[in-house]
């Protein structure tokens, strides 16, 4: 594009895999990606990914529309299977040939819809097809489970036995990951978890993300939301047309962040921070 400087600043070049953002060190690395490429025909959707996630990590995928996050997280999901590259999953090479495979494995994902049935109750939900007894349903045993998993996230929920229609953005999304956690995963795929909830909604929902992953869990978050990325992710991957653009800690500038995103440095960004500066400099 004329006009536009397509260079990256170096932070965004920078690999770091061994420490949170607290800068304490990651004890196990849960998922390996290796030259993961994703082609739909002629359409090449991702191109040689490499990804890191550890144990107990919080790690947000972010970049524009079509950068290729959605087609990433599918392949994680084994809803895709990729054109090349390597999956490892707590050290051992594996193939995510479906669904239920991922599953299997220790993968759970809470896609952007939730896949709740409203006129079911919180318990329904949370064990739809996973029914104890499905012959003859042990309600009594779901419902400790359910609430066990509730209280462990510290939900606010009010009753179990309510229909999940009756309950906030936030609610639904409890449940939502509550249901995620019923297989004991090692690795939760979230993709906008936050999106279209209010303030206090979205807060309720950042601080459950926190749970998850002081449960030791390794967390991928997908968001457009860049104050909710920085609220919990110990760091930030950047895609840009399907390929790798940069490793940033949660503390990097919005304009480092936006040139990663945008693959340009000169933007509304950058020069608002330019003439902030410039305003300094005169004072």
């Not at 936030?170 to 939502?176: E, L, S």
């Amino acid at each position: 594009m004329p006009g536009c400087d397509t260079t990256l600043p170096e932070e965004s070049t920078v690999r770091m895999t061994n420490t949170r953002q607290d800068g304490s060190p990651i004890a196990e690395t849960v998922l390996s990606l290796r030259g993961i490429s994703k082609n739909f025909g002629a359409i090449s959707a991702l191109t040689g990914i490499d990804l890191d996630i550890g144990a107990g990590e919080v790690v947000a995928l972010v970049g524009d529309n079509g950068a290729g996050k959605s087609t990433l997280v599918k392949i994680l999901a084994g809803v895709h299977r990729p054109s090349a590259g390597t999956i490892a999953f707590r050290g051992k090479d594996v193939t995510l040939s479906d669904p239920s495979a991922a599953l299997a494995l220790g993968i759970a994902t809470v896609f952007q819809d939730l896949a709740l049935c409203d006129n079911l109750d919180v318990v329904a939900n949370i064990f739809l097809g996973k029914e104890l007894q499905p012959l003859r349903l042990d309600e009594v045993s779901m419902e400790l489970r359910a609430w066990k998993l509730l209280n462990e996230l510290s939900a606010r929920i009010p009753s179990v036995r309510v229909a999940v229609a009756s309950l906030s953005g936030g609610q639904r999304q409890t449940v939502a990951i509550a249901r995620s956690l019923l297989l004991e995963p090692r690795l939760i795929l979230l993709d906008e978890p936050t999106a279209a909830l209010g303030v206090a909604q979205t807060a309720e929902v950042l601080d459950l993300i926190e749970r998850v992953r002081d449960r030791g869990l390794g967390v991928i978050m997908i968001s457009h939301n860049m104050a909710d990325v920085r609220a919990v992710a110990d760091r930030i991957v950047v895609l840009r047309l399907g390929r790798n653009n940069g490793v940033f800690h949660a503390d990097a500038s919005d304009h480092d962040l936006i040139a990663a995103i945008t693959g340009a440095s000169d933007n509304s960004v950058s020069r608002r921070s330019g003439r902030r500066q410039a305003g300094q400099t005169l004072s």
